[in-house]
């Protein structure tokens, strides 16, 4: 019958003992390579100097913690240009110098924050056996690695706000698979324009309604074609097209004074009353 490891921490660690306590598991690890290359100069050393605890934790197993508990070992450098004469050993694959936590708990703290937020995953994790704050998870989700950009035709282009009414950036977003291609850190016609002419590979531009956007597909996709989006719900006009709105219902529906009875406009028509010519703010409001 083939055996299979408890943990499988990688080549040159062994576990020599497993303790149970109420809420986690202990693993007691220590490392058998015989040499270690030192960090510095890169020359491999066999004489060991000493030897230190540390504590990692590790991914959790059965919805309880682990926590492993590493003997890690000193070397000599023998190199006499080194100006390093002492230092540990490093576990490439296991957990990075000076890290509390192995990479494979890194990265499922890091993918829980992509799969909701930093917030949630942290109310999330202590649940699934791991332990990390919402600012430990942004960090973490802030060091993985960049994925390789898959090659877009058809674009989409608004603007955020990095800090609302005050500084403001472009999203570009691939069109076919609504995953954002890259963030520019304004929104002026240089910089989109710009970026544009950098990826002639485009074909379709969808962008904001905005004029600087117009003239930035102008200039740096005159060949692509080009839309705006449609306009926005009820939901997402801004405050200005609300109050136009209230505006709009007000001249139409006319005001109420104190009595409770319509006013009436100087021509003597009841306002509110039907008529085949709108009020001029009401024109004023649709077709501006």
Known sequence: MEETSFLTLGEGLIIEQIIEEAHRFVALVRSTMPASCCPLCGDSSDFIHSQYQRQVADVPCGGRAIQLQLTVRRFSCHNSSCHRTI??????????PWAQMTKRLRASLSLLGFASCAQMAARLAPQLG?????????RLQRAAPEAC?????????????????????????YLETHRLIEILPDRTVETVSAWLAAHPEIEVVSRDRASDYATAAT????????GSFPR????????????????????????????????????????GALSTNPPACVAGTLFQ
């Open 232 to 271: 926005r719900s009820s939901m997402e006009r801004t405050g200005s097209e609300r109050s136009g709105t209230r505006r709009t219902k007000d001249c139409a529906s006319g005001t109420k004074n104190r009595s409770g009875s319509r006013q009436r406009d100087p021509s003597g028509r009841t306002p």
């Open 130 to 138: 791991m332990k990390g704050s919402a600012s430990t998870i942004l």
């Open 219 to 226: 200039l740096g996709a005159s060949a692509a074609e080009r």
């Open 149 to 173: 950009p898959e090659p877009f035709t058809k674009i989409g282009l608004d603007d955020f706000a990095f800090r609302r009414g005050r500084t403001y950036g472009t999203l570009n977003v």
């Open 87 to 96: 230092f540990t050993e490093r576990l490439p694959h296991l957990v990075q």
